[in-house]
């Protein structure tokens, strides 16, 4: 694996900055009022750059190991490619909710991309208990828009056949097929729970209905290539503003895309209504049951932005003669049907596995291990839903119950 490159570090990147033409037209590197690694993630690292006359640039620069773990747990860089790449094909696609990358270094993996310094990342600015309405369901459009504009639904055969050989990503898919499929149930010694849930962790690993879906989920993620998805589509992949005073978005960005490969558009929206799950877990948690609510109606806003943007690109799909409306409605409701198995997949492996979230671990003990239950719960009762049972707003509902149920004090 190449690991032989130079790090940036807060005192080289202005040197970047001046050796790229392009990004010197955008920030004056020889006035720089400030540089901050702001890197949060479990990978990168990540600089944040001001001049003097108040413009911004982030450099992002993938390290050979998993930023989380240290040098221990190698992974390739030319993961940051696959980001670039991703981010340039979903930008085309519907700039407005992808963030614009403007350079790319493939000797040192550095992504130059604009400054989003004014947003929050949309989970921290959940876990404070902020809102930014309109997040949701500009995330379910672009997962439609990519789901549409990557596919054999708009690509030509053999530009399709090009896009799906350029973004074959298996270290990265490697990564999820183990934390999140396989891990929850089978640790391979990433695992760890508060002693209090280590019977929930150990009533997961049992339960064969489980363990059965997730085989399916796996299944499904390493063969159904059917768009270039985010592949990491969490809450901390995204970027919202909202302007003072309002809790509406007029900004919302996705991000971080360097899991992106050709597979199963259900993916994205799964890890998405994961997250809201877990944001109520919070929330419930926090005594905040209200906020719970409305965090687990995004699954629904999420779904009705997918839905649409899919039905209003579906004018355009290649071949009207075969792929006629009842194929749109059975692909809608197979991705619903794949969401809520995917949604129970990343559920699982936030609580137990390797890379969890600060939504549930900054939780004080005596009320995290509640949330952490219900959380477990709750996927499990995922898997078990029943075929067009599983609408946006029983799943809603089945996890609040199961979330209030959990609750510890
Ligand atoms: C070793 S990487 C762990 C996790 O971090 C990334 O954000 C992905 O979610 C991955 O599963
Ligand atoms: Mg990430």
Redesign the pocket.
């Given at each position: 694996m190449t690991s032989d490159y130079e790090f940036l570090t807060v005192d080289t990147v202005a040197d970047h900055v001046r050796s790229v033409p392009a990004l010197a037209q955008r920030i004056d590197p020889d006035h720089l009022v400030s540089v901050r690694e702001i890197g949060d993630?479990?990978?990168n690292l990540v600089f944040l750059l001001h001049d003097a006359s108040g413009r911004g640039l982030i450099l992002k620069q993938a390290l050979p190991y998993?930023r989380?773990t240290g040098e221990g747990?190698p992974?390739t860089p030319t993961r940051a490619r696959f980001e670039v790449d991703s981010l340039r094909a979903h930008h085309a696609l519907l700039p407005e909710h992808v963030v614009e990358v403007f350079h790319y270094d493939p000797d040192r993996f550095i992504i130059a991309m604009e400054d989003l310094s004014d947003h929050w990342v949309w989970r921290a600015a959940l876990n404070e208990g902020l809102t930014h309405d309109g997040a949701a369901a500009a995330m379910g459009r672009y997962v439609g828009a990519v789901a549409f504009g990557t596919s054999a639904l708009t690509l030509e055969r053999t530009a399709l056949a090009q896009a799906v050989a350029a973004a074959v990503n298996p270290e990265l898919c490697l990564?999820?097929e183990d934390?999140?499929f396989s891990e929850p149930s089978v640790d391979a010694g990433r695992n760890s729970v508060l002693e209090q849930n280590k019977p929930d962790a150990d009533d997961l690993a049992a339960d064969e209905e489980f363990v059965t879906a997730m085989g399916r989920a796996k299944w499904l993620f390493m063969t159904k290539s059917e768009a270039l998805i985010h592949g990491?589509l969490?809450t901390g992949s995204v970027m919202v503003h909202a302007p003072e005073g309002s809790t509406t978005c007029d900004s919302v960005k996705a991000f971080d895309s360097e899991?992106a490969f050709y597979g199963p558009v259900a993916f994205d929206l799964g890890a998405l209504w994961a997250n809201y799950v877990i944001a109520a877990a919070r929330a419930y948690a926090l005594g905040n049951a209200a906020r719970a609510i409305w965090a687990l109606g995004m699954i629904q806003q999420t779904w009705d932005g997918f839905e649409s943007e899919f039905r209003t690109r579906w004018a355009d799909r290649r071949d009207p003669r075969v792929w006629r409306e009842p194929f749109l409605e059975q692909l809608l409701a197979t991705w619903s049907e794949e969401s809520r198995l995917f949604a129970a997949a990343e559920m699982s492996r936030r609580i137990v596995g390797?890379?969890k979230t600060k939504d549930i671990e900054t939780l004080p003990e005596n009320v995290r291990e509640g949330a952490a239950r219900g959380v477990l719960l709750a996927a499990r009762r995922f898997v078990r839903i029943q075929g067009a049972d599983g609408t946006p707003p029983y799943l809603a509902g089945l996890a609040a119950d199961t979330l209030r149920e959990s609750r510890t004090s």
């Open positions: 993630g479990n990978l998993v989380m747990w992974m990564i999820t934390l999140v990491d969490h899991f390797a890379a």
